[in-house]
């Protein structure tokens, strides 16, 4: 059950130890940057608990988050979790010491969570309110044996409230920092999922994405974000923009933690309709099979060359010269000078024509669905709003997108219109192109507007640092359940270029 207790429960740090735990596995190095499988390892060796290794986080959230501003709310349930995992591990129950099992993981505040903690988008207008349940995806982590740790800051409304509001900021938390450079732009929405994961603040963490809002955080924070193929992963109980294009996706710091992410996730679950036809596309044995340090050998990749409009002497430019030879290096094809046909229809304003009646639709029935809160429908979200504009910082950024969400009365004429226009794009643009190519992936800086309207999926990994230290990853994108494909792609770059290094 939700309660409004205080955005970050503070006072249960202060009875933390304060220490700084190393793990030994081949050579000693601390938690900071341990992948899943080095924590793993760890726990097997008994050289390291999951009590010890949430309070670690729980430590870092304390000294690192008053600035950060990733984290919206912990969980207060983390640390018994934690001994229940502990408990598991040493009577060698089935399923434990390995996947996601005793591992914090990091929540979008748009995913329901059944317990003590908030789900409120960022937004003080859903504080206190009960969900009916577990959203799907946290079903799954808790059947993995996964901790809960808390839940992440974002762009209020996943950015659909306002145009004018920045990226990264919510009522509930304020404006979210990025790591590296605290002038420079964390991106969004999921943008506390992408600061708290960069920092080190947790293991592995949930995003979600309708348009970039998993791939440009993790491109801004030097980290790994998979957005998947649309029906992949449960949308169940996560507080909507548009079915059509919303996915949940893992955001780690590697591309074999985004792995395990994902084969504990992804998965049929009857309250998503999605998932049903989308299951097809799940492997035998899961994606880890699929982290081949040789799987750019082969590959067909297309080089969308107007997305590398960068000055000629800059460090993107240089940079991404470099990571083309060496995929060609690791055996890779690349087709370049390619354009996707109709990608005007991408930046007409079918987008907002669509997604405005579908979110008020998919809002109004999530709104419906809930236990308990203070707003059940679009119209009252809006109307809380404006009687709390100093809360929600009205004067300063509105809710435009709100405002032009509420006339509209279901799939009309004109957003028939508009989804045709995106059917044309998707069969005629991006899918020939690939197809005709014989193409496995598209490469581009920054690709999410591309695969966003037909469900595609796309990975981003860290790339390079510009002036100023500010991260910038290199992005993959395929059809429709080429996850196993964009996986040895990534995991192949990943591993020749090793780009990623901590904050501080």
């Known amino acids: 059950m939700a309660t409004n207790s205080s955005p970050l429960i503070f006072s249960m740090f202060l009875l933390l130890p304060l220490f700084l735990l190393s793990i030994t596995s081949s050579g000693s190095h601390h938690i900071r940057e341990a992948t899943v499988e080095d924590l793993q390892l760890a726990f097997k060796q008994n050289k390291l608990t999951s009590r010890q290794l949430v309070k670690f986080y729980l430590k870092e959230i304390q000294k690192l988050n008053p600035s950060l501003r990733g984290v919206i709310e912990v969980n207060p349930d983390a640390l018994d979790q934690a001994d229940k995992a502990d408990k598991e591990h040493q009577a060698k129950a089935q399923g434990s010491l390995m996947g996601l099992h005793g591992i914090p993981v990091l929540l979008k505040d748009n995913i329901a969570t059944k317990d003590e903690m908030n789900t409120t988008a960022g937004s003080y207008a859903l504080l206190g309110s009960i969900v009916p349940q577990d959203a799907g995806v946290v079903a799954k982590l808790r059947r993995a044996g996964a901790i809960i740790l808390g839940k992440a800051s974002l762009s209020e409304w996943a950015h659909w409230r306002s145009r004018s509001s920045p990226l990264g900021w919510c009522a509930r938390s304020g404006y979210g920092k990025n790591p590296y450079n605290f002038s420079a732009e964390p991106c969004g929405s999921s943008s506390g999922s992408a600061i708290s994961t960069a920092a080190n603040m947790v293991a592995v963490s949930l995003g979600t994405e309708t348009d970039g809002s998993i791939l440009c955080p993790s491109f801004l924070n030097s980290i790994v974000g998979i957005k998947p193929t649309v029906g992949l992963i449960s949308r169940a109980g996560v507080i909507p923009i548009t079915p059509r294009q919303d996915t949940v996706g893992p955001m780690c710091r590697t591309i074999a933690d985004a792995a395990y992410v994902l ?22 044995g ?3 099979q699929f982290l081949k340090l040789n799987g750019l050998k082969g590959k067909r990749l297309g080089i969308l060359r107007s997305e590398f409009a960068f000055e000629k002497e800059s460090i993107p430019a240089k940079t991404y010269e470099q990571h083309f030879k060496t995929l060609r290096q ?29 979110f008020k639709l998919a809002l109004n029935a999530y709104l419906t669905q809930l236990v308990n809160s203070p707003v059940r429908s679009l119209k009252d979200v809006i109307a809380f709003n404006n009687r709390n504009p100093g809360l929600e910082k009205m004067k300063e950024y509105g809710q435009d997108h709100f405002m032009e969400a509420e006339p509209t009365n ?41 695969i966003a309207s037909g469900g595609y999926p796309g990975i981003t990994v860290p790339a390079g640092y ?17 996850e196993p494909t964009l996986i040895e792609i990534a995991y192949s770059f990943e591993q020749a270029t090793k780009v990623r290094r901590p904050p501080f």
Request: charged content about 25%; proline content about 3%; cysteine-free.
């Open 330 to 358: 690791a055996g890779a094809v690349l087709i370049d000078n390619l354009e996707v046909k109709h990608k005007d229809i991408l930046t007409s304003n079918y987008e907002d024509i669509a997604i405005n009646a579908e």
């Open 286 to 288: 899961g994606y880890k």
């Open 263 to 284: 084969d504990a996730i992804a998965g049929l679950d009857y309250n998503d309709k999605a998932t049903i036809e989308a299951s097809k596309y799940i492997p035998q």
């Open 466 to 482: 510009d002036i100023g230290g500010i991260p910038f990853g290199i992005n993959f994108a395929g059809l429709k359940g080429s």
């Open 410 to 450: 279901g799939i009309r004429e004109k957003e028939r219109e508009a989804l045709s226009k995106f059917e044309i794009y998707s069969k005629y643009g991006f899918e020939k192109l690939i197809q005709n190519n014989k193409l496995d992936a598209l490469v581009a800086p920054f690709i999410s507007h591309y």
